[in-house]
């Protein structure tokens, strides 16, 4: 478990490194597009359609690291008055549906990636805007699986007491 946990640490660290350069290139693309249009008259072209693929690829990456890192909406207060072996239980519930939930995106996003079309501004597959839903959905699914890992080494520490 030791070694799993390790791995995906190193995994986020990359992914958030990713988020941040993505982050850059999104701002370097629309203040470049804001002085060609505003200072210079001259849009730049695909601007837009790159900045849209950008935002697609930063939004599901990191909301994928966001269910490793416990950031899933969630209404704490029913769980919190709930005894610890209570709250294990729905936490586990819980990641079994974000589970289920990563799944069912990747499913769903590998028909969309295979549709014809081009982004015509950028000259791309449109394939592009969906790659990322099928690296998020992967991403959640071994997130929640680390999750459910934890849970069940919280009940066999509790079975040991």
């Known amino acids: 478990m030791e070694r799993f946990e390790k791995g995906l640490d190193e995994a986020e660290r990359v992914i958030t490194w990713i988020g941040i350069v993505v982050m850059i290139v999104m701002l370097i693309i629309a203040v470049g597009e804001i002085i060609a249009r505003d200072l210079i008259n001259q849009p730049i072209a695909g601007s837009l ?3 849209l693929l950008v935002m697609i690829w ?12 416990d950031l899933h909406i969630r209404v704490e207060f029913f769980v919190a008055p709930l005894p610890p072996r209570a709250r294990r239980i729905v936490s586990l519930f819980v ?13 769903e996003a590998v028909p969309l990636v295979q549709l014809p079309g081009m982004m015509p501004e950028l000259g791309i597959s449109n394939a592009w805007l969906y790659v990322p839903l ?15 890992l934890r849970v069940f080494v919280a009940f066999r520490k509790d079975a040991a007491k």
């Open 49 to 51: 359609d790159l900045t």
């Open 58 to 69: 930063l939004v599901m990456l990191v909301s994928a690291i966001g269910v490793r890192s």
């Open 95 to 107: 990641d079994i549906l974000i589970l289920f939930f990563g799944f069912e995106m990747t499913l």
């Open 134 to 148: 099928i690296i998020a959905g992967i991403i959640t699914m071994v997130a929640a699986i680390e999750r459910i």
